[in-house]
């Protein structure tokens, strides 16, 4: 079945380094790929997406590229701010098989200190 | 645009007895979806609709569950005879299917915790 896998945290940075959270992901068809992310007493917010090979999903300075040939979609931010903080959550929707549910990894925690 | 609302936020009962949430989608979105996410985890697929029809239920959904959406708004889950094992954080997502887009991105509401004792 479909499954994606993340990176262990949490991941402790200092303000402006450079992050990277990677995802790998394991999918039956031709899935879409997407970035929650998740602030402290919050909902899950839709961050990025891409939906084929060689897309580039960007929002808020946050980058991912969907890679068929690694199955990857790591995230990436050239300069991250104290208001990071937070769990954010890799998953792919695979509509070849008609499912229409999220699969969600288990989720890594940033933590930026000032 | 008001986004997805759920209540309750919070639900504390004791072990046994009978649970229901609401959830509110997107005022235009066709599509309604329950997870379950527990602490360190993950949201898991529950079920979902498409209008009233429950098109997909995970075996997550055990006999005491059910969800319901009766005229294609608003949706319940009911937990019958709770288990402290349901204790988690309960999500509903929207979405609106489009003719000719195949992936439609799901929007999620904050969520009921649920505390069972």
């Known amino acids: 079945g479909d499954s994606v896998t993340q990176m262990e945290g949490p991941v402790t940075l200092s303000e402006e380094a450079f992050l990277t959270i990677n995802c790998t992901y394991t999918a039956t068809g031709y899935p879409s790929l997407f970035w929650y992310v998740q602030y402290p007493g919050e909902g899950l917010q839709l961050l990025l997406k891409a939906t084929k090979a060689d897309d580039k999903g960007s929002n808020k300075g946050f980058e991912a590229t969907y890679r068929k040939e690694t199955t990857s979609f790591h995230l990436e931010k050239g300069s991250v701010q104290v208001s990071d903080s937070a769990v954010y959550f890799c998953?792919?929707?695979?509509?070849?098989?008609?499912?229409?549910?999220?699969?969600f990894g288990s989720g890594t925690r940033l933590q930026v200190q000032p | 645009d008001t986004g997805v609302s759920q209540n309750p936020r919070h639900k504390i009962t004791k072990r046994g007895q009978n649970v229901t949430f609401r959830c509110d989608p997107i005022s235009e979105h066709n599509r309604l979806y329950w997870y379950r996410q527990t602490l360190g985890q993950g949201p898991e697929f529950l079920t979902y609709f498409q209008n009233e029809a429950q098109l997909e239920k995970s075996r997550l959904l055990s006999d005491r569950f059910s969800a319901e959406r009766p005229k294609g708004s608003f949706s319940t889950l009911e937990i019958q005879r709770t288990e402290q094992g349901d204790s988690a954080m309960y999500l509903c997502?929207?979405?609106?299917?489009?003719?000719?887009?195949?992936?439609?991105?799901?929007?999620f509401g904050p969520g009921t915790r649920l505390t069972v004792l």
């Open positions: 997502a929207s979405s609106l299917s489009e003719r000719g887009i195949g992936t439609d991105t799901q929007y």
């Open positions: 998953a792919l929707s695979d509509r070849r098989t008609g499912r229409r549910a999220l699969t």
